[in-house]
């Protein structure tokens, strides 16, 4: 069963894939997110959300009901620390 707010994302970490999962479903759809620069968190214990296993977390803002990715201002490589 699909879940109305989460949204399960495979994303290049440096060198790895990782899958994650976040409740981005209202604001982006996975299509959306093909090809985004995103800020995630990969230092946590990956954890399951619906059955799936999380091995991060997307960064975003938001109001409740509006978010926005936190992502670059310019092209940076995959798999950089944020500092």
Do not use: F, H, W
């Not at 069963?1 to 994650?20: A, C, H, N, P, Y």
């Not at 090809?35 to 938001?62: E, Y």
Request: net charge neutral.
């Amino acid at each position: 069963e699909k879940s109305r707010k989460l949204l399960k994302l495979t994303i290049q970490v440096g060198d790895e894939q990782r899958t994650i999962v976040s409740g981005i479903r209202g604001s982006y759809t996975a299509e959306q997110m093909v090809g985004k620069t995103i800020v995630i968190v990969a230092n946590l214990k990956p954890a399951k959300l619906c059955g799936v296993l999380s091995q991060g977390m997307i960064l975003a803002v938001g109001d409740g009901d509006e978010l926005g990715l936190l992502t670059t201002d310019k092209p940076m490589a995959d798999g950089l620390d944020v500092g």
